[in-house]
């Protein structure tokens, strides 16, 4: 005979001890069967620079691990066992499978593999009275460290016909006080001419009576749209000059629209700022950094255009041949290298390009280069491209993606132990 009122009491506790946390308890699928899920957390601060943390976001758990815990339980409290069905044995071994969702409905984050079109479904028995409970890590940053954008995202769990979510937002950290440099990065996208602007004037078209041709000059007019970049900042320094302070330099990651704000000492800085979005315009003369002086007590405003195309599809180089990935032995990364080739001469600045993480324990790069200019005499052969990227602390991965225009290769990696 089984003793259900000491189960039920305690279940009962426990279900009010994490009453104050950040849960959900969602209507069982079937009788009897009942799922929560707790973070306690609801709003989630990011730090302004996860490199530089301050006092303050030092003693934040989340900031440092750059996660939070989530915990589930799962609860049959019927007076018979239960059968939950799951798509693959993947997910029935697992039981659990945790989403991460951004507020577009997009999942950015996954616990277990995808799997799709599965051959066969698989059930495990949740006996009478018994509980599941499992506790994870939820990701707040990129493979590369840098933290996901401020917004409303939904964390979701499942096991097999039992679901519940919980929503929570990471929101912007607050504007350094004091002295500093804040900006926003915009681009400039050189592949539309956009609209020509006046002035004009007209005069008469001789030997033609009563038509007239435009005189003057056009200029195309700029149109800036913002852009996630990085950002680097670095201190302009006299050379006789004393200072009571070490150089400064900084480089970090803007937000999704282009914002930055740091905190730096008094003086003259030099501004610069590149995005893996952009074929950036290349020119003879180099292009001037614009500078910006920062007084004592203030923070200064200096906004930075890149001029360029967009990366699109037709930047990738042709196709792949190979591609190899080496492990670090003295630090927690990886070297991945591939091989492939363009279809004509002229393209330059091979390179391997991340793409945000859509899959548990896959890293998805593309192969792209820049294409010669409109209008080039180029040679109509095929040519060998090679590129390189760091991947640091690659924790749990185990497959390299590489993306071509025409092909993709998947390498393995051997995960750290």
Same mark, same amino acid.
Not at 320 to 347: E, F, R
Not at 370 to 385: D, E
């Given at each position: 005979m089984r003793h259900t009122a000491p189960f039920l009491a305690s279940l009962a506790v426990w279900l009010g001890l994490f009453g104050s946390l950040q849960s959900a308890q969602f209507p069982p699928p079937s009788l009897g069967l009942q799922m929560q899920l707790t973070t306690g957390l609801a709003k989630i601060e990011a730090p302004n620079d996860p490199a530089n943390l301050t006092p303050v976001e030092r003693r934040r758990s989340y900031v440092r691990s750059g996660s939070f815990p989530a915990s589930v339980a799962l609860a049959n409290l019927s007076s018979s066992d239960l059968a939950l069905v799951y798509p693959s044995q993947t997910d029935a071994a697992a039981r659990f499978t945790f989403r991460l969702i951004d507020q577009k409905g997009a999942v950015i984050w996954l616990s277990t593999s995808v799997t799709e079109n599965a051959p066969t479904e698989h059930s495990i028995t949740l006996e009478s009275r018994a509980v599941w409970r499992r506790t994870v890590q939820i990701p707040l940053t990129h493979w590369n460290g840098v933290w996901l954008p401020p917004g409303r995202y939904t964390l979701r769990v499942d096991a097999g016909q039992a679901s519940a979510s919980v929503p929570f937002e990471i929101t912007a950290p607050a504007l350094p006080a004091g002295t500093g440099i804040k900006g926003q990065v915009l681009f400039d996208d050189q592949s539309n001419p956009g609209v020509f602007r006046p002035p004009f004037t007209t005069e008469p078209l001789p030997g033609f009576p009563g038509l007239v041709r435009l005189v003057g000059f056009s200029l195309p007019l700029q149109t800036l749209e913002p852009i996630a970049a990085t950002v680097t900042i670095s201190e302009i320094r006299l050379p006789n000059a004393r200072y009571d302070h070490p150089a400064f330099s900084w480089t970090g990651q803007t937000d999704a629209e282009g914002h930055f704000q740091v905190a730096t000492p008094a003086g003259t800085f030099s501004l610069d700022a590149h995005s893996d979005q952009v074929i950036e315009a290349e020119s003879l003369i180099a292009r001037p950094l614009p500078t910006v002086a920062v007084q004592s007590g203030h923070v200064s405003t200096q906004n930075f255009?890149?001029?360029? $195309?967009?990366?699109?599809?037709?930047?990738?180089?042709?196709?792949? /041949?190979?591609?190899?990935?080496?492990?670090?032995?003295?630090?927690? #990364?990886?070297?991945?290298?591939?091989?492939?080739?363009?279809?004509?001469? /002229?393209?330059?600045?091979?390179?391997? =390009? &991340?793409?945000? &993480?859509? !899959? &548990? #324990? =896959?890293?998805?790069?593309?192969?792209?280069? $820049?294409?010669?200019?409109?209008?080039?005499?180029?040679?109509?052969?095929?040519?060998?491209? $090679?590129?390189?990227? !760091?991947?640091?602390?690659? #924790?749990?991965? $185990? !497959?390299?993606? =590489?993306?071509?225009?025409?092909?993709?290769?998947?390498?393995?990696?051997?995960p750290v132990p």
């Open positions: 255009v890149i001029p360029g $195309t967009p990366i699109s599809p037709h930047t990738l180089v042709h196709n792949l /041949g190979t591609a190899t990935v080496d492990q670090h032995t003295s630090d927690p #990364g990886i070297t991945v290298s591939a091989y492939g080739y363009v279809n004509t001469g /002229g393209w330059s600045n091979p390179r391997l =390009i &991340a793409r945000p &993480a859509t !899959e &548990a #324990g =896959i890293i998805d790069l593309d192969f792209a280069a $820049t294409p010669p200019a409109p209008g080039t005499i180029v040679a109509q052969v095929f040519l060998p491209t $090679t590129a390189v990227i !760091e991947v640091p602390n690659p #924790g749990t991965w $185990t !497959e390299v993606r =590489i993306h071509s225009a025409t092909n993709t290769v998947t390498a393995t990696v051997n």
